[in-house]
Each structure stands twice: as C-alpha cells, then as structure tokens.
C-alpha cells in the first residue's frame, strides 16, 4: 500500500511542536489539520496537505512527493499584545520553523524536505478579528516504495 500523505503531515506537525511549543517558545498550538476556532490557540501554526506527485520510476518501483502548506496565524492586537509583537512573533516562528526544516532534510520517515517557493504573508480577518498569516509550502520526497 502507498504511504499516505496524513502520516509525512503528522510527522512535519510533530517536529514542529517540539520546536515551536512549550515554556519560552512562541506559539501555543500546532495541529495538523484545520482549527475551528482561532480564539485563545493562537500564535498557531497549522501543516495543511497540498497535493501530491506519485511518479512510477522504471525497475525501481514508485516515489512519492508530497507538497504541505505550513500556516503560522498570529492576532494582531490583543489586551496587553501589540501589532509590534505579533510582527516579531511572525519573525521569530518564520526562523524557528526554517531550522526545523533545516535540521529534518532527510529523516527515517523522508529522503528529502525543502522549501517550495517563498513564503507569502498576508492579512485575515475571522469573527472580526485581525491576524497575520503565513504560508510556507514545503515538499517531501519519500524513498522508494
């Protein structure tokens, strides 16, 4: 059976908590899938699944890529939080997650992970209330299956 893309998610997502959540780090969640509500889970970052590439390889069976889309949500303003900090929170788990997929090129669970293009920031607004939000696609390559 193929490797499912829900398990290199599960992974990313896992390496990332270690490295993002906890005393002293910036956010407070990391989930895997989408987050109902926003309020009181952010900062936030969530690995979203973005398509995959199944190529058949003659006499050497069939490799996997899988393309996740990495999204850090943090709110602007809050009591006692301010748009400055919410900027340097971006800054500072856009540099956090750079040294996850540093550090986790090629693992017992992928043969590669890099970057798929730049990052893209953007303003949302969700109940009317405004954060900032990034993306950051990454691709993984699995082995050979």
Known sequence: MATSRELVRDKLATLLAAALVGTGLP????????????????????????GSDRQR????????AFRLMIQTWVR????GWTQ?????????????IAGVVEENQ???DWETLDYDGEST???ASVAGVPYYVES?????????N
Do not use: C, W
């Open 57 to 64: 390889e003659t006499f050497q069976g069939s490799r996997a």
């Open 121 to 123: 920031m953007f303003e």
């Open 106 to 108: 090629g693992t017992d």
């Open 76 to 79: 602007q303003t809050a009591s």
């Open 136 to 144: 950051v696609g990454v691709r993984i390559r699995l082995a050979h």
């Open 84 to 96: 400055a900090q919410a900027e340097d929170a971006m800054d500072t788990i856009e540099s956090l």
């Open 27 to 50: 956010v407070k969640t990391v989930s895997a899938s989408k987050v109902e509500n926003l309020k009181g889970n952010t900062p936030l970052v969530v690995v979203l699944s973005g």
